[in-house]
């Protein structure tokens, strides 16, 4: 309590210590002197009615395509609108008149607001309540941009890197504007001429990719002074780009070039056939697409494995397999993710995500379904209201974004689950629920996306798609994604993701030399419920965070395990379980002990390859100087 009141919260939802202080660093709506003029519960509200006062503008479509009126909804006094929830409307009305999906003036819609009932109050009142439940949390830029000035709701973006200076520059001011505004960018750097190459109007010769891509990396380090948050990029190039050696190579274990980057290498299934046939790759320019160069696949194969086992990069990206599943291939292709790999996306698209937190659904040791059917209707519906909502900082992005209106719906809490259910993560049982609740996600977020569809229209780029093809009218050309949840599964005070737990106990370093323990939840319960909890146990445990050499009860033991003593092989077949039904991709970090071979990363790699992922990335603990999280001790 006194720690709260210190940092100036008035903590109205009872949330844990970390949760308000990363609320009041960065979410929490301060005044010109920096002092916090909102609760966490007020923060909720806030997000809830700058997203749901859309569902006005759907409420004026309803009455303008059937002559439906909410006849027991609510009537909104217009004065009671603010200017900012007004921006929010204004924007959102043009877009849809221009998509002719409302027609007539703003006038005449504030003149039906004034005069008939409609829906939207108890759509914001139930936005509300699945936040201060910490049932479902937004991602980041929702809470923090919602209401303020920068209005900016995504997390993700992809911006494309043609080849040529201006260009190139376009980019990076694009970049520097998502940053700002708390958002991650990934590029393709693809298309960049070669290293050494021509250059047409100089004679000169070509800096080539990695050198651009530092350009890159240092306008991350100078927004990060003055954003929301520290910026992030994903770099992607092609296997067969004449400079990918250079590339695969670029990153070093002290995390001190590119550091504002995650590099992955853009695979497609002609790389592995290679691979297998012990053939070469031709490199080709990329300008002209002729090959300059050639190298063993096998060559290649082992470099990838040895950096990510010194650094955790490269990562790989499937690109068959992405664009296998794209659904708007009419559009373009997709080349490049977001920063954290979980959302592929076309050219300038961008995607805001929201995560269902799945410990608390458990119920009696059962899963509460009906309410997790509810949940996720009403925040598929608020993904899509973020679409309308969203101040975009670039206009090809919102021009993109509302052609394919791509939500990304996922689950974090899922490690809780398993424990409060008693299942070990490296079990096949766990398998068996990650089936389970990934394909209820899938299925009834499309059910709710169709039925959004019927209501309102369809994504404009659907005509083309392969849901048109299929006959089945949807609102989001995606649904569904796995995102890392790393910031709101502190306000929630979950575990993230669908990552197993990192460490059961550990010692913090706080400020004057206090050591703080921090215990799991699940775990401390389960050990007073079989009257084996103590202090010194905590403790010992709280040398290495797990129960590997602690003589204890086995049935702890058993589904008490750790991110680090889990094999790799069952983290890949979790990823590949989830990314099964899920739309986008999964975010998910293969962990290996430090001990691991580089033979076991390769495996890993190999593993998620065949089992159809999109994506992998790995991380040998302590393989990187600066590692965000130790497992034990911790500062
Ligand atoms: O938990 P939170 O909503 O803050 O974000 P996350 O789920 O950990 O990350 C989702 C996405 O947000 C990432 O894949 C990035 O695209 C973006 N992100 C970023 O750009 N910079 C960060 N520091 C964290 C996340």
Redesign the pocket.
């Known amino acids: 309590r006194d720690e709260k009141e210190r940092l100036g919260v008035k903590d109205d939802l009872k949330l844990s210590i970390n949760a308000v202080k990363t609320l009041e660093a960065r979410y929490l709506l301060k005044d010109e002197e920096g002092k916090i003029i909102e609760t966490p519960g007020q923060m909720f509200r806030r997000v809830a009615i700058h997203v749901g006062i859309v569902e006005l503008l759907y409420d004026y479509m309803k009455f303008q395509k059937k002559g439906i009126v909410a006849e027991n909804g609510k009537k909104i006094p217009v004065s009671g609108i603010i200017p900012t929830q007004m921006e929010v409307l204004k924007r959102a009305f043009t877009h849809l008149v221009n998509e002719e999906q409302l027609t007539g003036t703003f006038e005449e819609f504030m003149n039906f607001v004034q005069t008939k009932p409609t829906t939207a109050m108890d759509t914001i009142d139930k936005y509300e309540q699945i936040m201060r439940n910490l049932e479902y949390?937004?991602?980041?830029?929702t809470m923090m941009n919602a209401g303020a000035r920068l209005g900016q709701l995504s997390?993700?973006?992809v911006l494309p890197v043609p080849d040529s200076i201006e260009d190139i520059f376009d980019a990076l001011k694009y970049q520097a504007m998502i940053?700002k505004s708390?958002?991650?960018?990934?590029f393709s750097f693809s298309r960049l001429r070669a290293k050494d190459d021509l250059v047409g109007s100089t004679k000169g010769v070509a800096s080539g990719p990695v050198s651009f891509m530092k350009i890159f990396d240092i306008t991350t380090d100078v927004i990060k002074q003055g954003g929301k948050?520290?910026?992030?990029?994903?770099g992607i190039l092609k296997f067969d780009h004449p400079d990918i050696m250079d590339f695969i190579m670029s990153k070093d274990s002290e995390n001190t070039i590119l550091s504002n980057f995650n590099i992955s290498v853009g695979m497609t299934d002609e790389f592995f056939e290679k691979l297998d046939a012990d053939d070469y790759i031709e490199l080709r320019n990329p300008r002209t697409g002729k090959t300059v160069n050639r190298i063993k696949a096998r060559t290649m194969w082992e470099t990838i494995i040895n950096k990510a086992w010194q650094t955790a990069d490269p990562g790989l990206i499937f690109l068959d397999e992405i664009n296998k599943r794209n659904p708007v291939k009419n559009i373009a292709d997709i080349e490049a993710t977001?920063?954290?790999?979980?959302?592929p996306l076309l050219p300038y698209e961008s995607c805001n995500?929201g995560?269902i937190n799945l410990s608390k659904f458990v119920k009696d040791g059962e899963v509460d379904y009906e309410r997790l059917r509810e949940v996720i209707r009403l925040s598929t519906r608020f993904l899509d209201d973020v679409v309308d909502a969203n101040k975009f900082p670039v206009d090809k992005i919102e021009e993109m974004t509302r052609k394919t209106r791509k939500i990304g719906l996922g689950y974090m809490g899922f490690a809780d689950m398993l424990l409060m259910l008693g299942i070990p993560y490296n079990s096949g049982a766990a398998l068996e629920m990650g089936e389970k609740v990934m394909s209820f996600l899938q299925e009834e977020s499309h059910m709710e996306s169709e039925r959004l569809a019927e209501e309102r229209f369809v994504f404009p780029g659907w005509y083309g798609s392969t849901y048109q093809e299929q006959g089945i009218k949807m609102r989001n050309s995606t649904t569904t994604t796995i995102?890392?949840?790393?910031?709101?599964?502190?306000?929630a005070n979950c575990s993230?993701?669908i990552e197993p737990l990192f460490a059961l106990a550990f010692v913090r370093h706080v400020l004057n030399g206090q050591e703080l323990m921090e215990i799991n939840r699940h775990f401390e319960n389960a050990l007073k419920n079989k009257n084996i909890f103590s202090e010194d146990l905590m403790h010992e445990v709280a040398r290495t965070g797990n129960l590997h050499e602690i003589d204890v009860d086995p049935e702890i033991k058993k589904v008490f395990v750790t991110a680090h003593e889990i094999d790799p092989e069952w983290h890949v077949l979790m990823q590949a379980t989830f990314q099964r039904y899920c739309d986008s991709g999964v975010?998910k970090t293969i962990n290996l002990p430090s001990d691991a071979s580089p033979d076991d990363i390769a495996k890993a790699y190999r593993l998620a390859k065949d089992l159809h992922c999109k994506g992998i990335t790995v991380y040998r603990d302590q393989s990187k100087v600066q590692q965000v999280l130790y497992s034990g001790t911790k500062s």
């Open positions: 949390v937004p991602n980041s830029p997390a993700c973006f940053h708390g958002g991650g960018t990934g948050r520290r910026g992030a990029n994903m977001n920063p954290c790999g979980e959302q995500l995560s995102a890392p949840t790393g910031t709101i599964s502190i306000i993230s993701s975010s």
